[in-house]
C-alpha cells in the first residue's frame, strides 16, 4: 500500500475489509475522515499533501510537537543499543524515569510504569480498593478516565440519558457501549463536577474507596474547577476515607511538570499520568504516596492489588518518557510561558471573531489546551453545556476549520491543544482561518 497515492477514502474503504469500522479506535473516527500521512512539529499532512496547523495533538500527547527529534532519537537508542523486553529482573530505564518522576512531581513519592492511561486508572482504583477494603468509586459526569468496564461511563450524555441537574445525588449509569457489567455491580457513582455535596451525598449512602477525576475537565472541552472546589475534594477524601484519584492523562506535564495537582496545591493521595509524558509513545503511570503505593508489595498477598504487564516499563517508551521529562525540566521555564502566551492569542482571537459578529461565544482554556463554547459563561459541569451550546454550529465551524488548513478534532467541544511546537505564524494563521470560517458559517 502506497502512503503517496492512497486517498484518505481509499484507505477507509481498504480497512474496513478487515477492521470493524476500518479504525481500531472508535475516538478516532471522524467526519471528514482524513488519514493523515505524515506529522511533524505543530502540522500535519493528508494524503493529498494538504498541510494542517494540528491542535488535536493525537488527543494531547503531543505536548512538544509531531516527531519531537530529541525524544525519537532517544527512542531509537532503546532501539538499536541492545535494551530490549528482557522480561525478567529490574531495568536502568525504568529506574531513571522513576527518579525523574519522583523528583519532579511533587504528588509522587513512589510510582510504578504501565502502557495506557486506561490500564492506570485501572490500577489506581485496584489500589484505592486494596486499601481502604471498599468497593464504591465516584466518577464525574463529563470525565473520561479509560476504556474499561467501570470507567467506560458517563462522559458526554444528553438530558433525556440523564435527567436534569440533580444535586446532591447522582445520575443514571451510561456505559459508553455494550458488553460491560457497570450498571449490574453498581460501585460506581457518577456525579456533576464542581459539586461538592453530590460527594457527601454518595459517601454517606455507600462504602467509597476512591473519588478519581480529571483535576479539570477536560473531555468535554475544558471545565476548570470552582475556587475551593479540589481543596473541598481533598476534605472530603479525609472525612469519609476515600483515596482522592486525580487523573491527569491529559493535563500531567502539559500544564506543569508536577500537573495540575501541582498548579492548585491541593494533593491528591494516587495520581495518573499518561500522554504528555512520553510526547506520544506508549506509556502511562500511576504514583502518589508512598504508604499506599506500597500496597503493591505488601507482604500479606490478600492486601496487595496485582500489578504485571509482559510491556510494562517497555524500554522504548520509557526511554521516550526520560527525555521528554528531563527535556521538559531543562526547558520548563521557556516553554510554559511560551504556551501560555500562544493560548492567551489565540483566546483573545476567538473572542474577538464571535463578538465583532455579535455571536454569543465563550472561551475555556488553561495555559496550552482550550475550548470555545457557544454560550455566554465557560460551563462548570456537563449540564451547563448540553443546556446551552450549540453542537451543530460547533461542529461546522470545526469543518469549515479543516478546510481551510487548521485542524480541531471535527468533535463538538473537543479540547485543543498547542504545542511548544506551534510558532507566532501559526497563531496569526489559524485566528486568520477562524475569523473566515465565523464569518462563512454565521454568514456575518
Ligand atoms: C483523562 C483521561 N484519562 C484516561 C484516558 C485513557 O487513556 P488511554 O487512551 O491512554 O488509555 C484518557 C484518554 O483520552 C483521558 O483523557
Redesign the pocket.
Known sequence: MDKQIMSSDNILEHNRRFIPGGISSV?RSIDPPIAFVKGEGAHLWDTAGKRYVDYHAG??PYFLGHNFRPVNEAAALALTGGDSLFGAGPSRLEGQLAELVCTHVPAVDKVTLLN??????SLAIRIARAVTGRPHVIVMQG?????HDELACNVFNTLAEIGPRVSPGEYPLRPLGAGTTVTQTRVVHAINYNDLESVRYVCRRYPVAALIT?PLL??IGVVKPEAGYLEGLRDLADEFGFLLIF?????GFRHAIGGYSQISGVRPDLV?Y??AVANGF?L?LVGGKAEYMDTIIDPDPSRRPFVAGTYNGHPVAVAAAVETVRYLVAHKNEIYPKVEDMGSKIEAGILDSFSSRGITACVARQGSAFSFYLMARPPRDLHDIIEGHDFAKDVALRRALIQRGVFFVPIATKQCSISAAHTAEDIDFTLEQFDAAVASIWHK
Open positions: 475516538n488527543f494531547a495506557t492511561g486506561s490500564e492506570a486508572t470525565g473520561y478516565n479509560g476504556n480529571e477536560q473531555n487523573d491527569e492523562v491529559k493535563t495518573v499518561g500522554k506508549p502511562a
